[in-house]
């Protein structure tokens, strides 16, 4: 039971690092196409699935999961 919480810990903490991830890039991009003049034939786009198909983005969830499997896991160990 105790790897089972730990496992949830860590998918809790890989889903809210990917939503902060896709958060800062939203708020990036409202940065960029503000800061820039407004002209019709330009844009800004953003994929977020291939962001995580990349490796900075993969090891940043992957570097999420195993904290959140860590604590959750410590603090059970420790009881």
């Excluded at 708020?27 to 002209?39: E, G, K, R, T, Y």
């Excluded at 699935?49 to 959140?68: D, E, K, M």
Aim: net charge positive; no cysteine; glycine share 8%.
């Amino acid at each position: 039971m105790i790897y089972f919480k730990s496992f949830l810990a860590g998918l809790a903490a890989t889903i809210v690092a990917e939503l902060l991830i896709l958060a800062a890039g939203i708020a990036a991009l409202v940065i960029m196409a503000s800061s820039q003049p407004n002209n019709s034939e330009t844009g800004i786009g953003w994929d977020p699935v291939s962001f995580a198909r990349t490796a900075p983005g993969w090891t940043i969830l992957v570097f999420a999961f195993i904290i959140g499997f860590w604590w959750q896991y410590r603090r059970h160990v420790v009881r």
